[in-house]
């Protein structure tokens, strides 16, 4: 049970961009109208924490305290809030939606049509004992779960469960291109495209990312850097090309992966932490009735699919705990080298 709540708590501070974490005691937040006060048991660090660290996201305001792939329990309520107990075991999504505007009624509230940010940035994150989230935005974990792999089921496992499902529309047999296939969503991508029937193909940089990669189901494994990944891939296929690619990196990979694809093939863009930029060539995009789509985050209808899957034992989130929040600069180190498999979670 969540117990007392005392009135001050542990918090990792960022007060300047590019500037460091600095561990601080500060109030436990009183949760607003429609939101959950969290005991933080888990928060995994992901990539985009060290996007909002350097100043890159115009919405961010310091200070702030960073973290959006939490779980915990719950500990308290705002005005409003209905079906929560405390104790409730929790993870929670990211996104701030309205919940009212045709998207959101309409399932796709990851597009939002009055979207409100990010929890980690429009509100404090997880780097913290406590926290205060829409309640929203909580999805109820059941015990077979634990708290460091619950934490990284609503984005890193997420992310690529809507991809294929609602974007890519993967298929048994399909074959399958994953660049960035080692990092966070790429292993949870790897295990997913596997439990959907499809042949896979990993690229990622450096052998521990590719063993990683075939661990978890990967069919093949390449690193762009030693192999032309077009190439590989039309080898794979015996000259057809693949149907499908799931792009996590931006444009450092798309060239390639648009170079791998076969006819009607489609690749659907989750992510591009190497740039915004891209040239295509149109006269092959027709001429091949490619298909190129864009996928973001998870809806909580999905979400409930994918805790199912994790507790059925088909999805094994690739975590690693045990981290304090004093070690959070060094976590931030090892994820910036591109050193981490899966993900690193702290445990406030
Ligand atoms: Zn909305």
Redesign the pocket.
């Known amino acids: 049970m969540a117990g007392h709540i005392p009135p001050t708590m542990r918090a990792l501070m960022l007060h300047r961009f590019e500037g460091p974490l600095e561990l601080e005691e500060i109030p436990v937040p009183a949760p607003s109208a429609g939101e959950v006060l969290l005991r933080v048991h888990a928060c995994a660090v992901d990539q985009f924490d060290l996007t909002i660290r350097a100043g890159k996201r115009s919405n961010a305001r310091v200070p702030l305290v960073l973290g959006h792939e939490i779980a915990g329990e719950v500990a308290g309520f705002g005005r409003g809030v209905e079906g929560w107990e405390p104790g409730d075991r929790v993870a929670s999504t990211l996104y701030l ?5 045709r ?2 009624r309409s399932g796709r ?1 990851t597009i ?4 409100g940010g990010y929890v980690g940035i429009e509100t404090p994150g997880g780097y913290a004992e406590y926290t205060t989230v829409p309640a929203a935005n909580l999805v109820r974990l059941p015990e077979s779960i634990g708290y460091v792999e619950g934490s990284v089921l609503a984005n890193a496992v997420g992310t690529p469960f809507h991809a294929f499902t609602k974007r890519m529309r993967l298929q048994p047999a399909e074959r399958l291109l994953i660049t960035g296939a080692g990092g966070g969503v790429g292993i949870h991508a790897v295990q997913l495209a596997r439990a959907m029937g499809a042949l896979v193909m990993a690229a990622d940089l450096g052998s521990a990312k590719l063993d990683a990669a075939r661990r978890y189901g990967a069919h093949v494994a390449v690193d762009p850097t030693v192999e032309d990944l077009a190439e590989a891939a039309r080898r794979w296929t015996e000259g057809a090309g693949v149907d499908a690619v799931l792009e996590l990196v931006g444009p450092d990979t798309m060239p390639h992966s648009i170079a791998s694809l076969g006819r009607g093939g489609r690749v659907v863009v989750v992510g591009s932490h190497t740039g915004r930029d891209l040239t295509l060539d149109l006269h092959a995009l027709f001429a091949n009735e490619w298909e190129i789509l864009g996928s973001r985050n998870v809806s909580k209808e999905e979400l409930a699919d994918v805790v199912r899957l994790a507790a059925d034992g088909r999805i094994t989130p690739v975590v690693e705990g045990g981290y304090r929040l004093g070690d959070a600069e060094e976590l931030h180190r090892r994820v910036a080298g591109g050193e981490v498999i899966g993900r690193v979670v702290i445990e406030p």
């Open positions: 939606t309205c919940g009212e505007c998207r959101c509230e939002c049509e009055r979207f």
